[in-house]
């Protein structure tokens, strides 16, 4: 297999300029660039940019996929946003990690893997992901426990570290977050584990009145100031500050970003021992959808074998036509026919009948030979 790596960044924030398009232009000549994003694909050579550094300048969001198990996603949010005292509980070294600027917080996801099976498509994944950035601005902190998850499955932590608190709702996770948990190439099973200790997600709350509180604390000069923001067309900005101030506003109601059901905290081993159980459910699911689908499918040919055997006469003229076509694709249609003649013969209790009929016709083709060797592979009974 040839090399793969693949490259996207996405500005949200704010477009690119067109001096920062040249800047980036500089670090790559074959990558596709415009105001929004930068995509490339390397099957030989590396790039020679620093991702890291893109993000700090340039971008609020990237991902990279290599074909030897490396899967990487980095967001990156305003400062205030998320607690950085709240990162650091679900951060456990490389497999999530964060890192800060002046105006910025960047949260980064690594996966490693062995080599993976067939083709690694990079493309698509932004999409699929990007949502998990509109996630954490509304204070849905799922995915940092997903990237804790990922860390202890990476045998990182010791045994007796305490899991963080579980935020809730991962019994039922958004799309997004159900794509981070395929990109990291994460065991369900685990997720399903460490999902029993969550909360349900509650109905939706009118936070009006918070919100409102919130707000009020706000002095007339700071106001102001995000009114002209506004009106210069910095909604994210103005956006963001507000979200900020209203984060803090319920961490100070709360007592955390992240409310503290009170559930015991499992260790690691305990997480572990939780997994089978999940896995035997998992698999006892599957198993009743495979006979329900078996079952209807049976339905299916049964009620299909049954017209069959109204039209008898006419399905043995378009097996003997395909016949005499002497063609391969010909030839693949007959045989499929005649396994389903078989079958419709059998279920109305008339097998010798149908036995006498292709004894007949294998006679009558028998110089036919990739005829009669498609016959065989197909298992029906020839009287040679």
């Known amino acids: 297999m040839s090399e793969y790596q693949y490259y996207e960044f996405l500005a949200i924030d704010h477009p690119l300029s067109i001096s920062e398009v040249k800047e980036l232009r500089k670090l790559s000549t074959r990558a596709e660039i415009n105001s929004t994003r930068f995509t490339n694909t390397y099957n030989w050579g590396s790039f020679g940019g620093s991702p890291s550094k893109m993000m700090e300048k340039y971008f609020d969001a990237h991902v990279y996929v290599a074909n030897w198990g490396t899967n990487n996603l980095m967001l990156r949010l305003p400062i205030g946003l998320i607690d950085e005292e709240l990162l650091r509980a679900y951060c456990i070294d490389d497999p999530m990690s964060f890192s800060s600027t002046k105006d910025h917080i960047i949260i980064s996801w690594n996966s490693y893997t062995e080599e993976p099976e067939g083709w690694v498509e990079g493309k698509g994944w932004m999409s699929r992901l990007i949502r998990i950035r509109d996630e ?28 963080p608190i579980v935020p809730p709702g991962m019994s039922s996770p958004t799309a997004a977050q159900k794509s981070l948990v395929e990109f990291l190439h994460l065991d369900e099973d685990l997720v399903a584990a460490a999902a029993s200790a969550s909360e349900p997600l509650s109905a939706k709350v009118d936070e009006t009145e918070d919100m409102r509180a919130s707000i009020e604390q706000w002095r007339d000069d700071e106001m102001k100031q995000m009114l002209l923001q506004v009106l210069r067309g910095e909604f994210r900005d103005v956006q963001s500050k507000l979200r900020q101030r209203y984060n803090q ?22 997480l572990f021992e939780l997994v089978e159980e999940a896995r035997r459910k998992r698999e006892k699911r599957e198993e009743l959808k495979r ?9 299916e040919r049964r009620a299909y074998l049954s017209e069959l055997a109204k039209q008898f006469p006419e399905t043995w003229k378009r097996v003997e036509a395909l016949a005499e ?16 003649l078989s079958d419709a013969y059998d279920q109305e209790g008339r097998d010798e009948e149908f036995r006498t009929i292709i004894f007949s016709f294998a006679t009558r083709r028998k110089r036919q030979s990739a005829l009669i060797r498609r016959m065989k592979n197909a298992d029906l009974e020839l009287p040679f």
């Open 249 to 270: 506003y319920l961490k100070q109601l709360r007592g955390g970003h992240v409310q503290d059901t009170g559930n015991p905290r499992r260790t690691v081993p305990q």
């Open 325 to 340: 076509e002497k063609q391969a694709a010909a030839y693949e249609r007959a045989v499929e026919l005649l396994v389903d």
């Open 136 to 163: 954490l601005e509304s204070g849905d902190y799922r995915s940092l426990y997903i990237g804790w998850l990922l860390a202890i499955s990476q045998g990182l932590p010791d045994d007796d570290t305490v899991e």
């Open 291 to 299: 006979q329900r689908r078996l079952a209807a499918e049976e339905r």
